[in-house]
């Protein structure tokens, strides 16, 4: 019920992130009736995840523009992760407001960032998961450009990531998106699999399972969630899973483990 009263009271007086700041509060309010002490705070817990929005929208709109132009892969990838997050049409128009501030040339996205790493910044999940979605976003049109690299690295510098822990992140996603949908026609198969999970071939039965276990744990709905990401952008992370599951089905395959 108080999930319901917070929505329509954000939203009448502080527009789309007020109604998500009043649902999330509102449910840990719904929560704390039916289960007690113990939760997080909500509040705390809601501007992570407005901050977590917004930073995602923006930094899309800058990714998108960085190269000189928006294609209509990028646009459609854009349109796609907002109907997966089932947004109505007033906020739909919100999140590409958002998307469009990022595109402009004057935009100040090192200050975004630098917000985003003073709420969001002390959890692992939310940033590598920022990451990650910036990622996807820019190759979403089947290629990434320098222009498109060079900004990831900035990003993964204001999110604590080094070079080496940058490329390695990259390498991961780059290869785990060959196994979108299960895919796992190409004669390379089995060596993106490897990569996929930032392994390499020479690693034994054990190491293998150790990674993956460590990555589907980092995908993890409830830990996700439990962090600060926003339950709606779970879809996004469900199916990195999945394409983490695809990869080390194929390497158990050639293993026999």
Known sequence: MFKIIGTLLGFYFFGFFGALIGYI???????????????????????????????????????????????????????????????????????IALFKQGTAPDFDYERKLNEFVSVCGHTNSLRQMLLVYLIVMAISDGRMDTAEESLLRTCALHLGYDQLAFRQLLDMVLN????????????????????????????????????????????????LIGQGVPQDMIAMATAQAQEVQ?????IKKSRNI
């Open 25 to 95: 509060a509102g449910s840990f309010i719904d929560r704390y009736i039916a289960y007690g002490a113990g939760a997080v705070n909500p509040l705390t817990s809601a501007q992570r995840q407005a901050v977590f929005i917004e930073t995602v929208f923006i930094m899309m709109g800058k990714l998108a523009k960085v190269d000189g132009r928006i294609t209509q892969d990028e646009v459609s990838h854009v349109e796609d992760f907002i109907q997966k997050l089932g947004m109505t049409s007033e906020h739909r128009q919100q999140a």
């Open 176 to 223: 785990q998106s060959r196994f979108a949908g299960g895919q796992v026609a190409s004669p390379t198969a089995l060596e993106d699999a490897y990569k996929a999970l930032g392994i390499t071939k020479e690693a034994t039965d054990q190491e293998i399972k150790r990674a993956y276990r460590k990555l589907m744990s980092q995908y993890h709905p409830d830990k």
């Open 246 to 250: 695809a990869a080390y089905d194929l």
